[in-house]
Each structure stands twice: as C-alpha cells, then as structure tokens.
C-alpha cells in the first residue's frame, strides 16, 4: 500500500518539479516570472478541482493560495498552446506514478494477481484542435472533427490506474495503445466489447493471463467435433438450462474458450430489446432480428478453467466492468472533463488536461483512504476531496503542510462515503461478498 507522506511526494514531484520542468521545455516559460509551471499547473488542477466551472477571477483565488497574485486578463493570456503542452507533459508524467490502496478483503478475488477493467469515453473538442486530436471523419483540412479518447485500465484489487491515456477519437479500440500495456501473470483484464481482438486474448493467455468478455454476436463459434456455429443458432441448439461448454472461437483464430450463456426474464429481454431500437433509431440504422433474438441471453466468453470460475461466478463478476462506467460518470458529471465556460480552443484543450490531472490525484486520495473498503462510494469521497482542495492547494509548497492535509482528508473519507446494503436487487459489491462467503465456505 502506498502511504500518506509517499503520495504528497507525489504530488509534489509531479505538480511542482515536475511542472516546472515542462514550462521550461515547452516553452511556456521562458524567463523568470511569478507564476511558473508549478504555480500554473496547480492553480489551474487545484481551483478545478475545487469547482469544476470556476470562472477566471475563482481560479485568481486559487493561484493567490499557491502563492501567486494575478488578474484574471493575466490568467488568461497564459491559456496558449504552450500552455497546453505544458498540462499535456505533467499528465504524461503523472499516469506513470504507481500509486496503489489496499485490496478489499475478499478470498474468492485472491485468486487472481489482479482484476483489471478497462474502457474509454470521448470527448469532443472544437475543430480547430483537430490537428491536436482528430476526430471521426475523412475530410481534410478546415472543419474537421477534433476528439481525443481518453482510455483507462483499472485493478479493482489494488486500485492503480494505468491512464488516464490519451488517443485521438478516430483511433479504434482493439489497436488503441492501452492494449500494448502487458498485465502481470495471474491477471484477470475484463474489457467492454470494444477491445475484442481474438489475438489479444491469445497473447495474454500464452502469457499466463485470463480474459472473461461478452461476445460480438456475429462470433463464429467451433464445437470440440468441429463444427462450425452461428452463435444464435448454437445457443438454440442447446437445451433450455445454461450452457456451460468447451469451443473454439472462429474458425479462423480458433482461441480455446468456454461459452456461458443463461436466459434472462422476459422483463429483461424487453428492456434490452428496446434499448436496442432506440439506439439504432439514433444511429439511423437498421436492427437485425438475430440481435434482438440474442438479447434473451447473457452470453459470455472466458479462458478460465471450471475449477477457477463457475457460471454463477462469471456472470456476477461481468457485473464489476461497470465500475469504470462508473468512474467516467464520475469524471464527466461531478468533474465535467468534458464541460467549459470558454469558446477559445487551448483553454478548452488545457481545462481538459487540468482536470484529468485533478481526477488522477483525486484517485490517489481514494487508495490510501477508503480503497479497503468493498461499499466505497467514489460520488461521496468526490463530493469531500473538493470541499478540501483548496487545503491542498495552499499546502504543496511543504510537503509536512501537504502529508497534514492528506491525512485530514484520508480521515474524512475513512469517516463516511459508504454505499448502503439492499435487500433486493443487490448491489455489485454486496454479490461480491457473497462470492467471498463461498469459498470461506
């Protein structure tokens, strides 16, 4: 576990030599001047922080804390390029700090090395930064899209990150650069069916990795007397219980896997087949009948062995790839990583950046705190740390001052930010637990 003083040095590394170091070498500085990188950079994670659509005289404030005293026309003749490269340096410095939190105590998860989840959300930037970040689109020049994807992979065990990693919008997925970041051997990696890649699946099993992932309902399945299956039709095949088999994916990759497929209610099948055709009707596009004929299961895919993961098991472990859904909630509507008040573009592009800084060191709060803790609320803890973010913010030019104010907040967050149990419609946590209480059994 990381501790409180090894986190302030963190911080301190990265929001303060290390920002002055990228002002330097991007050319935001170049002469002494009373806000340099360290004072910039916090001033801009810390008052975001604080209040994720602080105006420019709030964010004064905050660099008054820092230190520095400036007008709010001062501030914003900082918001160039060269100031946005500077965010973008930090950044790339911060996601490589190993930060990591006690694991919740739970046997049955013991048996992996770690639990990895990872997706990624967009957002969607003005065009004239598309030569920064290129969006979806084939046209050339003037008017084309900007995005940049913001990717993340995270152990629910330990609680790292790794990312927040940046791509541009247009970059698929399966190719993106957080699927070249190898797991370590004994890993489970739990991913959204955007990263399918049956070569993927096949490296990280060659390297002592499992996988557990739904299934493209195009898959091609192979049984063990080598015949080759239409997913809809196989499942059809099989009697009306789950199903729980051996097969091959594709014929052409054949990757050795089991399918886990059971019924879901009527009710069940209902929502999903609407949701199904409103989301086409917002595409514009068709929904084929084999898509909405699918929707009575819950289909999954893995390379773990029975005796590692029952059927039971697996289908409520998918349920935990919903807490990095949870965290871009989070990040988007308690954040707003993708809201500002300006229309300039690089003070769009550095507020992205700013606050993706704030929500890393955010995370860094969440592990020495409450990470122990199965029924953690982020939402909760979010809520305190900005009430306090301004204390951190006057506290980074000590590290004493700054271990003081992370042990005030750890202390807060230890106090408080629980989820309460149900007694119906359990919640994912309270499904792990009793995961846990089989193999105590």
Known sequence: ???????????????????????????????????????????????????????????????????????????????TKAGADCLKSVLDQAVHELVQGTAPTNNFLKRFSGVYIQDSTIVDLPDELSEEWRGCGNQAGAGQPAAVKIEVRLNILQGEMIGPLLENGRIHDAVSQIQ???????????????????????????????????????????????????????????????????????????????????????????RRRHKLREEAQRRGKPISQKRLALAAWTILVTNLPPEMLTLRQAMILIRVRWQIELLF??????????????????????????????????????????????????????????????????????????????????RCLTAGCR???RKTDLRSFQLLLSLNQETLA
Not at 28 to 43: D, H, L
Not at 197 to 213: D, H, I, T, V, Y
Not at 221 to 242: C, H, I, Y
């Open 419 to 421: 989820i309460n149990k």
């Open 180 to 270: 070249s970041v190898d797991l370590p051997k004994g890993a489970l990696s739990i991913a959204d069916l955007g990263y399918w890649s049956l070569p993927e699946m096949s490296r990280q099993a060659a390297n002592g990795g499992f996988w557990l992932s739904r299934i493209l309902t195009r898959a091609k399945v192979v049984t063990l007397d080598e015949k080759v299956w239409d997913l809809l039709a196989f499942l059809q095949a099989q009697s009306s219980g789950p199903i729980d088999c051996p097969i091959l994916l594709t014929a052409q990759h054949r990757v050795p896997a089991r399918l886990l497929a059971v019924r879901v209610a009527q009710e069940v099948a209902d």
């Open 1 to 79: 576990m990381t501790s409180i003083k090894q986190v302030g040095q963190s911080m301190q590394r990265i929001l303060s030599e290390q920002a002055d170091q990228a002002a330097r070498s991007t050319g935001f500085v170049q002469r002494n001047s009373k806000m340099g990188g360290a004072e910039f950079v916090q001033t801009l994670v810390f008052g975001w922080m604080s209040n994720p659509q602080a105006t420019l005289e709030e964010l004064t404030q905050t660099a008054a804390s820092v230190g520095v005293t400036i007008t709010p026309q001062g501030l914003d003749q900082r918001f």
């Open 329 to 410: 909630k989070l990040w988007k509507s308690h954040a707003h990583i993708d809201e500002w008040r300006s229309s300039k573009p690089w003070r769009i592009l550095i507020e992205v950046y700013a606050k993706l800084l704030a929500m890393l060191v955010q995370h860094w709060l969440f592990l020495i705190s409450f990470w122990r803790s199965a029924n953690r609320s982020l939402f909760k803890a979010a809520n305190t740390i900005q009430r306090h973010a301004l204390l951190l913010a006057g506290s980074c030019a000590s590290l004493d001052a700054l271990v003081a104010a992370i042990t005030v907040i750890q």
